[in-house]
């Protein structure tokens, strides 16, 4: 391990070094901007005139694109109106480059800066000088960065993990720096639970439920402020969905296959004329699994090891899930300043699950005293849908706008299960007849958010945010247990085992963020009032419904740029993260007999200072962020576990006293040569948690530390090699995620053993993992590829938590399948048109501009 550490820090710090030698002249920040530095604001505005040099007549739908003086990357573009008119806004500060095409005109590029002095520039009329010959197609050759880096925001760009294609967003955010994914699709980020995001909106569906065809990227948000949900312990993941706004039509297809009995495939198209937009994609994916484990528990009665009884199991599970993902939309542009979206989302899955979980007793001895073979079914379906409505409407002045979004989300889902117990003697004869039982679970959710969003520029550099929010859920689950008459062969409802669970959640918020900058001292301050009420109810009893007090979550950012294109920052929020429905209903969970599990419905909030301290530094062709922070928590939402019988233990969510975590994260993105770029992520921490349940006291703490590295090297013949790396150390158990995005919960997957338990009482081992990928682009503009990837290529993903407790001891080892090879095949199509759906001229057809590559900003 230490061995590790050594390598990958002075790997980090070689990086370091190597650029800091760099040219130390300026250059714009990579992810800067909107994204970048939220905090200080974005208002440089570029507008003028197109028009004919010999006719002086304006020139309608020219493209006009702004890009990056120091790599060409894509900052915005837009298309001229009818009266020639083009307006860009929002605009980062730094060099640029303004690019100006159209069909029958010679191109014309303009060199332009963004200043504070000239943050607003009338480029007045530029002339277009006709070109005889005729311009039968245009290549883009500039491309997204894979991964953009900002101060408080993080951007993935999804099309560029090939590590990925085929998988979900479990796969994906495997790949993404700071991000830590469990075998079972829990998410951490700096060693807690973010809260997830879908298109900027909560949703229920999970990770494993979510194509990664259909995601554009994935935004990290490590200290948000107050314009953002309170909900998180560290942060918000966004998970931006695909959607764009080419002329024209454009889009891909994908097809892939990987080993046991996995395969995906799908497609997206994207249609823009005149004043609407229209998308849509589908994908279909089925990811057969398997997963082995064991535990080897010691129980010590009474807390005496002369008195001890042993516990050993084994499990062999098999899960066919089967997913689809559908969404289409349209954008409806009223005129130059207001905007109407619609989107709607349906997902759908069906599982096969099956468990097959043996179990031996054994005394004080070790000699075995008796045998258990039980046997699991699981047969889950779930529907999701999602309707979105949003208006957009941008006023005058420049970087002022309103905004309204409506969010309706429904879904049901439905499980039966199928449970044979067969006891065994000594020696696995069966004893009499096994034990039957049956269970149905029926659950509907209905989710609703309506929201209003105001922003307006005061002065030469302020700005002031102001909105409101109101989120509704209603969450119902009927959960039926039948045990079978051994006698009689019928099945015999049994209400000690089954449940009527409800609970009701609303949320209304509303904040104010007021941000600007006095020379290179740049600040925001916001406030966020959010008022919870919860109540929840189970066959008639009713649960403390939560006091309707309002919460209050300041936040506070504070930078001072630097000389050599440096920065520093310092930010602070206050944050809250809630219990979820499968930590608040009351029901036991029987599934394994040894290992039982049960909901608290009296759990309550946690809540979380956070602070952080930030340093930036950009070179020519990389950048390094370094943060440093501590987290205060109080209520913090853990487990218990607690002996019950002999044999049997009985896991109970419980809030822990306090945690502290404090750490440094640092994370460094540069090009070590031309065609090789590498990002290395460290992140170092220390958690000490305080936990008084039960009558007991535990005290849990140590240092870990994190890591990643993401290698990508372009060769020759248009071939790409990807290669991502992770190591986690050693850890101290962490809390069970409350967010949305835990694979396993949405999964269905079948029973108690197969869910990684977390306990405020143990300890995690270390583990690594390395996957690879290989693409190789084809076809003319590279419009198809093929990408061959290896995930876990050296098989050493697995799960392994040690406990230890006055009343027992206990280790606990999970393997599920990890190393997949995949093969998948894109296509991408497309054709830049701006009358598509026109009547068109038979004379017309070679004033169309095909697209080079058609997935590329034209």
């Not at 590498?678 to 140590?702: C, H, R, S």
């Amino acid at each position: 391990m230490k061995k590790c550490y050594a390598v990958l820090a002075g790997l980090l710090l070689w990086q370091i070094h190597t650029h800091a030698q760099a040219p130390t002249t300026p250059s714009p920040r990579q992810g800067q901007g909107q994204q970048g530095r939220p905090n200080i604001p974005q208002i440089g505005h570029l507008y003028g005139k197109l028009i004919d040099a010999q006719t002086g007549k304006p020139i309608e739908y020219a493209s006009v694109t702004l890009l990056k003086q120091r790599d060409s990357s894509l900052v915005t573009g837009i298309l001229t109106k009818s009266n020639g008119d083009f307006s860009l806004e929002n605009l980062p500060f730094g060099p640029m480059i303004l690019r100006i095409n159209f069909m029958g005109y010679t191109s014309v590029q303009k060199k332009v800066m963004i200043t504070g002095q000239t943050m607003e520039q009338d480029l007045g009329n530029i002339k277009l000088q006709q070109n005889v010959k005729t311009l039968n197609s245009v290549e883009i050759t500039g491309q997204k960065s894979a991964f953009q880096m900002g101060i408080d925001k993080k951007v993935f760009n999804v099309d560029r993990n090939l590590s990925s294609v085929g998988g979900t967003a479990q796969d994906v955010l495997k790949s993404v720096p700071a991000v830590n994914v469990d075998l079972d699709g829990n998410v951490t980020v700096r060693n807690a639970s973010p809260n997830i995001f879908v298109d900027g909106k909560p949703s229920t569906l999970t990770l494993d439920q979510i194509p990664a065809d259909a995601i554009e990227s994935i935004e990290l948000v490590t200290n948000p402020s107050a314009k953002y949900d309170a909900e998180g312990m560290s942060g918000i993941l966004n998970i931006v969905l695909k959607k764009n706004r080419k002329a024209g039509f454009n889009g891909a297809v994908n097809a892939g296959i990987g080993t046991g009995s996995k395969y995906n495939g799908g497609g997206n198209i994207n249609i823009r004329q005149g004043k609407f937009n229209v998308f849509a994609n589908y994908n279909i994916n089925s990811n057969h699994n398997w997963a082995d484990g064991t535990t080897n528990r010691s129980n010590y009665r009474d807390g005496a090891l002369a008195d001890t009884n042993y516990l050993f199991q084994r499990s062999n599970s098999k899960t066919q899930p089967l997913f689809q993902f559908g969404r289409f939309g349209f954008d409806y542009m009223i005129d130059n300043r207001n905007t109407i979206s619609v989107a709607q989302s349906i997902v759908a899955g069906d599982f096969k699950n099956s468990e097959d979980l043996a179990s031996t007793f054994s005394d004080k001895n070790h000699e075995v005293t008796g045998n258990s073979d039980r046997l699991n079914n699981n047969n889950f379906s779930f529907h999701n849908y999602t309707t979105t409505l949003s208006f957009k409407h941008s006023y005058a002045k420049p970087n002022k706008e309103w905004t309204a979004d409506v969010n309706y989300n429904k879904s049901d889902n439905n499980r039966s299960g199928d449970y044979i117990t067969q006891a065994q003697s000594p020696l696995g004869v069966a004893l009499g007849q096994p034990t039957r039982q049956n269970n149905t679970t029926d659950g509907k959710t209905t989710f609703v958010t309506f929201q209003t969003d105001y922003a307006n520029p005061i002065g030469k550099n302020g700005k002031l945010e102001l909105g409101a929010k109101a989120t509704l859920r209603d969450y119902t689950s009927i959960y039926n247990v039948y045990d079978k008459d051994t006698i009689g062969g019928n099945y015999i409802f049994n209400p000690q085992l089954s449940n009527n669970y409800k609970y009701n959640e609303e949320i209304y918020a509303g904040y104010a963020n007021f941000a600007s900058t006095i020379g290179n001292f740049g600040y925001q301050g916001g406030l966020r009032v959010e008022q919870y009420v919860y109540s929840g109810e189970n066959e008639g009893a009713k649960y403390k419904p939560t006091k309707a007090v309002p919460g209050l979550f300041p936040s506070l950012f504070l930078s001072e740029k630097l000389k050599h294109d440096q920065e520093l920052q310092l930010n602070y929020s206050r944050r809250v993260n809630r219990p979820n429905f499968f930590q608040l209903i009351p029901y036991r969970d029987y599934s394994d007999p040894q290992n039982q599990k049960e909901g608290n419905p009296n759990l309550k909030p946690e809540y979380t200072n956070s602070l952080e301290f930030s340093y930036v530094k950009n070179w020519a062709n990389s950048n390094f962020l370094g943060s440093v922070y501590f987290r205060n928590t109080n209520n913090m939402i853990s487990t218990i576990s607690t002996p019950i019988g002999a044999d049997t233990l009985l896991t109970q969510y419980i809030n822990a006293n306090r945690s502290n975590s404090y750490g440094a994260e640092l994370t460094m993105k540069n090009q070590i040569i031309k065609g090789w770029d590498l990002t290395t992520n460290v992140n170092l921490y220390q958690t000490d948690m305080k936990v008084n349940a039960n009558g007991q006291n535990f005290d849990n703490n140590g240092f870990s530390w994190f890591a990643k590295i993401n290698s990508e090297t372009k060769l020759p013949a248009n071939f790409t090699v990807q290669i991502n790396g992770t190591y986690q150390a050693p850890t101290i158990a962490l809390p069970a995620s409350s967010g949305n995005g835990g694979g396993g919960r949405g999964s269905g997957g079948g029973g108690g053993f197969n869910q990684i338990p977390s306990s405020a009482q143990g300890t995690i081992k270390g583990f690594s993992t390395v996957d690879i990928a290989v693409k190789k682009d084809f076809l003319k503009n590279k419009a198809a590829s093929l990408t061959l990837s290896l995930s876990d290529i050296f098989n050493t993903r697995q799960y392994e938590l040690n406990q230890a407790s006055p009343e027992f001891a206990q280790d606990y080892i999970r393997k599920r399948e990890s190393r997949v090879l995949k093969l998948n095949f894109s296509y991408r199509f497309g054709k830049f048109d701006t009358a598509l759906f026109k009547k068109k001229k038979k004379d017309q057809g070679n004033n169309d501009m095909q697209m080079g590559d058609p997935m590329q900003p034209f």
